[in-house]
């Protein structure tokens, strides 16, 4: 095992395969970092430095800097893919995916469908998402709820390094498309990751980070470890909270999530997108229909109201989801009677 950054999980699981299959290409705004400054390529190494040393080792025909155009580089890996390459594409910001649409749910998302199931599309994108810098409406979003709906799709939010490892590699290899989700909070935490360069896991498979018996606390990202915190916080008053972090959220792992809820009988969905129409309503309206008959209180939510994200500091901590309120939403359940 190594202990390592998430940024560096990204970093270094594209830079072993890319060693592996000579297939594997990389584009995106400045992915090169640096080129066509006074340093040169690799002066800078990319905004979120997972892309640092990949041109040195690879160059210019599988490390690929792009126009600033979301459009531009999805329709072009979305051709790579088609033509028997295994681009993974970045775009800086998730915020910018609504200029890509067609390229993505038009295009890549359909692929395999509109083909008969003969031909493939073997395109991971990724990006940056969420909410905690101050960086206003238009660079904080999570935009996982508008692409888990759209089917053709798979979507991962990996929340530690490990995640990142075994997911993205399985992502890389896969042969659909591919949203890989990275929360910009998360770039600097550590964790261990298995050293073993096939270590893979499998999407639609939800992992069970503490078990109670008491309470269900569904989430994945930057906001499981609030989860998690608060679960430590109430085994001290005996109050037991299965936390599921999701990982993926298309395909989706009902059977972890109906299992806990069935032992339970409460439920708290905590995420970081507005409530109308997103990932908690519709995690709400599965334990609704498939485990009424387990439920002791109402299905609650935890989000941001919807509303566009705040800039002003204060405004954004007020905004978004925190301890104390995914404490309050269990204590609600636990009372409900």
């Not at 810098?133 to 089917?151: D, F, R």
């Not at 519709?282 to 299905?299: N, T």
Request: with cysteine; hydrophobic share 45%.
């Amino acid at each position: 095992m190594s202990n390592m950054m998430y940024r560096a999980a990204v970093l270094s699981t594209i830079m072993e395969e890319m060693e592996r299959d000579p297939n594997v290409v990389v584009l995106g705004e400045d992915v090169v970092g640096g080129m066509g400054t006074e340093g040169g390529p690799e002066a800078i190494g990319g905004i979120w430095s997972t892309s640092t040393g990949l041109y040195d080792k690879f160059g210019p025909t599988r490390v690929i800097d792009t126009p600033i155009s979301e459009s531009a580089i999805v329709g072009a890996a979305a051709g790579l893919a088609l033509s028997g390459k295994r681009p993974i594409a970045e775009l800086m910001f998730a915020d910018f995916i609504g200029v890509s649409l067609d390229q993505i749910w038009n295009q890549i998302a359909k692929f395999r469908y509109m083909f008969g199931g003969k031909t493939r599309c073997p395109a991971v994108i990724r990006m940056a998402y969420g909410a905690g810098y101050n960086a206003a409406a238009q660079h904080s979003q999570s935009v996982h709820q508008i692409l888990t709906g759209m089917p053709g799709l798979k979507v991962v939010m990996p929340t530690t390094p490990a995640d990142v490892k075994g997911l993205l590699r399985t992502a890389i290899r896969d042969d659909d498309p591919v949203i890989f989700l990275e929360h910009k909070a998360l770039y600097a935490t550590t964790g261990e990751v298995p050293d073993d360069r096939d270590f893979m896991i499998p999407f639609g498979h939800a992992r069970l980070s503490r078990a109670g018996g008491d309470v269900t606390l569904i989430s994945s990202g930057l906001l499981l470890g609030m989860c998690e915190a608060v679960a430590d916080k109430l085994a001290g008053e005996g109050i037991g909270c299965d936390v599921i972090d999701l990982r993926t959220t298309s395909p989706l792992d009902e059977e972890t999530i109906l299992d806990s809820v069935e032992v339970t009988g409460r439920v708290v969905v905590v995420d970081e997108a507005p409530p109308r129409c997103g990932l908690g309503a519709d995690l709400c309206a599965l334990v609704a229909e498939k485990a009424f008959s387990s439920l002791k209180a109402p299905p609650l939510q935890v989000t941001p109201p919807h509303t566009p994200i705040p800039f002003a500091r204060e405004l954004e901590s007020a905004y978004l989801p925190s301890v104390d309120k995914i404490e309050a939403a269990v204590r609600r359940v636990l009372a409900w009677r």
